[in-house]
């Protein structure tokens, strides 16, 4: 059974960091390439980043670039977002999701909450 | 950057009719690269189709997605109640960047 478990959601003051992780099982992690997708409250769905299975193509929205980076550990089959400098508007349940084009399946997410 | 713009805004239908969601892009994508994703309240997003008609894995075949260019429909032929939820389309192309359409909301009338 494809599973990702997110963690490291929280409360974090504006300017601060944080680094979520996923934890992924149930299909071939190192030929797979991930992504993460997040949702204000209330709000729509945004793509915020993609890593290749092997790591080594990466790509982030305009409104996280330079700000977020997305890696991976295919020894331990996790992705992992280290976001700095966050805003409110950063403020989302963070998705993990299998695959970068369409997106198959989905963690059940965690909240960043970036507010002073 | 495609934009998506997803109509109605809100859906009101009563269980057994038929629903009809458009998606509209800014500017032509291949059929290859839409996606369709139902959202419940409290759950995360669940692909329903993709590659504009093709099913996902385990999804009914009262989903059924079509279009081309810039116009790209998903109807449930026949509404259950656990079909009222979110829609969302999802453009994509052989990489990122990604984007989604604003939503529309199907709701019991």
């Known amino acids: 059974e494809v599973q990702m478990l997110e963690s490291g959601g929280g409360l974090v003051q504006p300017g601060g960091s944080l680094r979520v992780s996923c934890a992924a099982s149930?299909?071939?992690?190192?030929?797979?390439?991930m992504s993460w997708v997040r949702q204000a409250p209330g709000k729509g769905l945004e793509w915020v980043s993609s890593?290749?299975?092997?790591?080594?193509?990466?790509y982030y929205a305009d409104s996280v670039k330079g700000r977020f980076t997305i890696s991976r550990d295919n020894s331990k089959n996790t992705v992992d977002l280290q976001m700095n400098n966050l805003r409110a508007e950063d403020t989302a349940i963070y998705y993990c999701?299998?695959?970068?084009?369409?997106?198959?399946?989905w963690g059940q997410g965690t909240l960043v909450t970036v507010s002073s | 950057e495609i934009v998506l713009t997803q109509s109605p805004g809100t859906l009101s239908l009563s269980p057994g009719e038929r629903a009809t969601l458009s998606c509209r892009a800014s500017?032509?994508?291949?059929?290859?690269?839409l996606a369709w994703y139902q959202q419940k309240p409290g759950q995360a997003p669940r692909l329903l189709i993709y590659?504009?008609?093709s099913r996902a894995t385990g999804i009914p075949d009262r989903f059924s997605g079509s279009g081309s260019g810039t116009d790209f429909t998903l109807t449930i032929s026949r509404l259950e109640p656990e079909d009222f939820a979110v829609y969302y389309c999802?453009?994509?192309?052989?990489?990122?960047?990604?984007?989604f359409g604003q939503g529309t909301k199907l709701e019991s009338k």
């Open positions: 999701v299998k695959r970068w084009s369409y997106l198959d399946y």
């Open positions: 500017q032509s994508i291949s059929s290859t690269y």
């Open positions: 590659g504009a008609s």
């Open positions: 890593i290749s299975g092997g790591g080594f193509n990466t």
């Open positions: 999802q453009q994509y192309g052989s990489s990122p960047p990604y984007s």
């Open positions: 149930g299909f071939i992690f190192s030929s797979t390439a």
